[in-house]
């Protein structure tokens, strides 16, 4: 019998592939509204990284304990009970410099061919179309941490990944016209998307294919994609998640399938919150549950 499941879905897959990435000294950052991070963080600390620190941006706070991913409870304690700081500020203080092991997933609006990303606006700067959430710390983990940057979208299309020339405004820094940061960081790590598994050629910095997920085309992911890859010649298809992590995952880690708010849109991710809300309120324990 395979240790690798057969029947997972998409972001079941991502939240793995992201997990993987977590070292056992690693302080992982979890940031606002991005429950696949979190699911990942925590399924991580689970298996193979159990001395793993998280660092909840809602709050600013430093946590030891893996707790069941919440919507509401979780961040609507810590909120109410911490002071807001910001969060990079203190990831820095705490941790020295040349030895940052930070890892952070973001999701980026607009990517390139050198993992230069824009999360601030879609348009024209002086009259954009899309005001996007903004830049917040991405300058500073693109840039200064040793680890690098992590990112990840469920959506691979022509919209997302694109040439440098169509990106509308940088504010995480990739490998600038295929160099390494001025600033010391080791640059972009990796995409994880609901296609494939990305990375960087060691020379030229561009973005490559490191393996297709089961089931994907090629073609499909090269259709998707604003922009030329780097195709290794011997290409790897993508380990799925193993019985062990899905149902670590399904069970323990996010039971309610908080992660999926990131993928779904329009009146199946509307029905999907509502239902969330409803299961948390309904619990007995309202303090979300703790895994070991």
Excluded at 5 to 10: E, H, L, Q, V
Excluded at 124 to 143: C, V
Excluded at 154 to 166: A, I, L, M, N
């Amino acid at each position: 019998m395979s240790e690798y499941s057969k029947d997972y879905t998409f972001d079941e897959m991502m939240t793995v592939l992201m997990a993987r990435e977590v070292r056992n000294d690693d302080v992982m950052i979890v940031g606002v509204a991005t429950p696949m991070v979190w699911a990942a963080f925590t399924l991580a600390k689970v298996t193979h990284a159990p001395d793993a620190i998280y660092h909840y941006i809602m709050g600013n706070t430093f946590v030891l304990e893996p707790r069941q991913v919440s919507l509401l409870y979780l961040e609507m304690n810590t909120a109410r009970t911490y002071r807001f700081q910001d969060s990079v500020e203190c990831t820095l203080e705490s941790l020295p410099s040349d030895k940052l092991t930070t890892i952070e997933f973001f999701r980026p609006a607009q990517i390139d061919q050198y993992g230069n990303t824009n999360n601030v606006c879609i348009g024209d700067w002086e009259k954009p179309k899309i005001r996007l959430p903004g830049a917040a710390g991405i300058l500073d983990f693109s840039m200064f941490y040793s680890r690098g940057s992590f990112l990840y979208t469920p959506r691979h299309d022509k919209r997302t990944f694109v040439p440098t020339e169509d990106i509308y405004f940088i504010s995480g820094v990739g490998f600038p016209e295929g160099k390494p940061s001025i600033c010391g960081g080791s640059g972009p790590q990796c995409v994880i998307t609901n296609l494939a598994y990305l990375d960087f050629d060691e020379k030229t910095k561009k973005m490559r294919l490191n393996s297709i997920h089961p089931g994907i085309e090629l073609k499909t992911v090269k259709d998707s994609t604003g922009f030329e890859l780097v195709i290794p010649q011997n290409l790897k298809e993508t380990k799925p998640p193993t019985i062990k992590e899905l149902k670590l995952l399904q069970e323990k880690v996010d039971p309610l399938n908080i992660r999926q708010l990131e993928v779904l849109s329009g009146k199946e991710r509307e029905e999907l919150l509502d239902e969330i809300i409803q299961r948390e309120l309904a619990m007995k324990n309202k303090f979300p549950k703790l895994l070991f």
